[in-house]
């Protein structure tokens, strides 16, 4: 089954830390480029990190210096790593595939950050 499965949200106070955790199944997973999005209540989805296949990787200004996306191809999975959180990342993440024109995305994962 090609699926993507996030894990690891949930509720923190400002200025700690949560990993997320995207499992992947169905896809040959060390040849697709991974990222993480979010979405605020009301606004759109926008862009956190993404990893290319060979590992560089790319952030949201917002994000750079506090949230780390890494990748563990033995074990098709895409981790985020964020600290320092603040209210302001609070949204539903979604992790994100892509292999030329195939893109999957998973179900989302709330993380909440309280002030």
């Not at 699926?3 to 509720?11: A, R």
């Amino acid at each position: 089954q090609v699926q993507l499965v996030e894990s690891g949200g949930g509720l923190v106070q400002a200025g700690g830390s949560l990993r997320l955790s995207c499992a992947a199944s169905g896809i040959i997973f060390g040849i697709n480029a991974m990222g993480w999005y979010r979405q605020a209540p009301g606004k759109q989805r926008e862009l956190v990190a993404t990893i290319t296949s060979y590992g560089r990787t790319n952030y949201v200004d917002s994000v750079k210096g506090r949230f780390t996306i890494s990748r563990d191809n033995a074990k098709d999975t895409v981790y985020l790593q964020m600290n320092n959180l603040k209210p302001e990342d609070t949204a539903v993440y979604f992790c994100n595939s892509q292999y030329g024109p195939r893109v999957l995305w998973g179900q989302g994962t709330q993380v909440t950050v309280s002030s």
